[in-house]
């Protein structure tokens, strides 16, 4: 897709501050993070959200998961807990139409907060 932001970092078109890559995978530190720790991880090929995932049942969502598990801990948030957030579509807050787990943790991130 040509005109997808995170195609074009995937593509290395787009200069990101990158943490981690697979074969299939690739996670980058959020711009805008909500947490001491948030990265983005990203499927390679390009499905527009976290049900057009589900839908292409080839796997890439175990490896989005896995890779996230394996940031959490290299980033060293796995043992205190991570969060890890996959928006659909626009009422769920989804921005960017190329899936993406947010990576969130390095806080306390329980609610209510406690």
Same mark, same amino acid.
């Given at each position: 897709m040509t005109d997808c932001l995170f195609c074009k970092i995937a593509a290395k078109e787009i200069p990101a501050d990158l943490v981690y890559?697979?074969?299939?995978?690739?996670a980058f530190r959020d711009i805008n993070p909500q947490a001491p720790t948030h990265v983005l991880v990203v499927s390679k090929a390009h499905h527009a959200d976290a049900a057009a995932l589900a839908e292409a049942?080839? #796997?890439?969502? $175990?490896?989005?998961?896995?890779?996230?598990?394996?940031?959490?801990?290299?980033?060293?948030?796995?043992?205190?807990g991570y969060r890890l957030v996959f928006n659909t579509g626009p009422g769920a807050g989804q921005?960017?139409?190329?899936?993406?787990?947010?990576?969130? #943790?390095?806080? $306390?991130?329980?609610?209510?907060?406690?």
């Open positions: 890559e697979t074969e299939r995978t690739l049942d080839d #796997g890439l969502a $175990d490896e989005l998961i896995k890779a996230a598990h394996a940031i959490a801990v290299q980033e060293g948030v796995a043992a205190d921005t960017v139409f190329h899936v993406h787990g947010h990576l969130l #943790g390095g806080r $306390d991130l329980r609610w209510p907060p406690g």
